[in-house]
């Protein structure tokens, strides 16, 4: 059996979207400290309907920002998903803000 490329990177995002130091680890961990729910998160982020599933889970496979450049890191990030997802919007703004709220353990 032949596995093509898209099947892999699948998999990779889909991996890499729950480890630990990607983004996906991040917002998972915001949503258990706050109550919020994995749909409010993705409304908040501009990706609530099922037409934006693959984008959320590349999103959620990026490495966390920079602690020093966040909002430049988040930039190149969502521009870079953008060129895949063209008809796609990311509310960048309210992606850094979640990463940037102070969590409690």
């Known amino acids: 059996m032949i596995t093509d490329d898209t099947s892999i990177l699948t998999t990779w995002y889909t991996f890499a979207a729950s480890a630990p130091g990607f983004l996906g680890s991040a917002l998972h961990l915001y949503r258990q400290r706050t109550g919020l729910s994995l749909a409010q998160q993705r409304a908040l ?11 959320w889970t590349r999103l959620q496979a990026m490495p966390l920002p920079r602690p020093d450049h966040v909002d430049t890191d988040l930039q190149h990030i969502v521009a870079h998903l953008l060129t895949s997802f063209p008809g796609a919007t990311i509310h960048t703004a309210q992606l850094a803000a979640l990463l940037r709220t102070p969590l409690e353990p």
């Open 45 to 55: 982020l501009g990706l609530h309907d099922a037409s934006t599933d693959a984008i």
